[in-house]
């Protein structure tokens, strides 16, 4: 459990530093951002968002399973508990949310802009809060066309970040997982993808600084507790001694 612990935790140290740092750089978020930019992390965060957010599961899942290369009856129990960890951590972000009721930086500067109360705003039912965005913006061409769409989907609660705990959960688990097996790229990889959602959420106007930063702690504890549990279940992460050498010559190969 001990050195779990302390993978995840590095792990969960290397996704903070971004969102700390613009935390503490009192970054405040503005729309007007470059559109091609604007574009990028768009398509970036719908890797998270519905339906493609199921389709990057999937994929993460079978990805997961052929790099630890289980049994069939210890891969089944890895993929249950897999798919355990990501739906525990949503359930409790729309627990938390209800609960804190913060308002997305999007909807603030609607307040500003637009004169639409924040408070009255959430008093109304989702589709009424996104048939208002699409009223009050549809003539502001400054606001791209695809973020005003998504906006108008994204009406609920900003605290704490439901996408940056899908995305930094699989990291941490790439890093709780995959690092016994030396999958160094994968790793990477991951941690980069879960920091550029991360950064897509504050920069088109979806979270503050603390919804990700609360998000990735509640990902790290987690994530911990389900390798722990995969580790029980499924056997050593660590491959056979006979298998290292196999696995550094394939790793040289990718």
């Known amino acids: ?105 999007f909807v603030l500067w609607l307040e500003k802009t637009h004169n639409i109360p924040a408070d009255e705003f959430y008093t109304l039912k989702r589709k009424s809060r996104g048939e208002l965005v699409k009223s009050q913006l549809s003539g502001q061409h400054d606001i791209p066309g695809f973020l005003r769409k998504h906006w108008q989907k994204e009406t609920g609660f900003a605290f704490p970040s439901g996408h940056t705990m899908f995305a930094a959960s699989w990291a941490l688990l790439g890093v709780g997982l995959l690092w016994p097996r030396r999958r160094t790229w994968t790793i990477v ?13 504050l920069l088109l106007g979806m979270h503050w600084p603390r919804d990700l930063v609360v998000a990735t702690l509640i990902s790290w504890l987690l994530v911990t507790l389900a390798t722990w549990l995969a580790q029980r279940l499924c056997g050593p992460l660590t491959p056979p001694a006979q298998e290292v050498p196999e696995i550094v010559a394939r790793d040289r190969e990718t």
Do not use: D, N, Y
């Not at 990889?189 to 959420?201: N, P, Q």
């Open 189 to 201: 990889f991951l941690l980069v993808w879960a920091t550029g959602v991360m950064g897509s959420r």
């Open 1 to 105: 459990m001990l050195s779990i612990a302390k993978r995840t935790t590095a792990g969960a140290a290397i996704l903070l530093v971004m969102p700390l740092a613009v935390w503490v750089s009192g970054w405040s978020w503005q729309p007007g951002q470059s559109r091609w930019w604007l574009h990028f992390l768009f398509w970036l965060t719908e890797t998270v968002t519905q339906p493609w957010g199921i389709i990057t599961h999937v994929l993460l899942c079978g990805w997961f399973l052929w790099c630890l290369r289980f049994r069939l009856k210890a891969a089944l129990v890895l993929f249950a508990i897999l798919g355990c960890a990501i739906l525990v951590g949503q359930g409790l972000k729309s627990f938390v949310k209800e609960r804190v009721q913060e308002p997305r930086p």
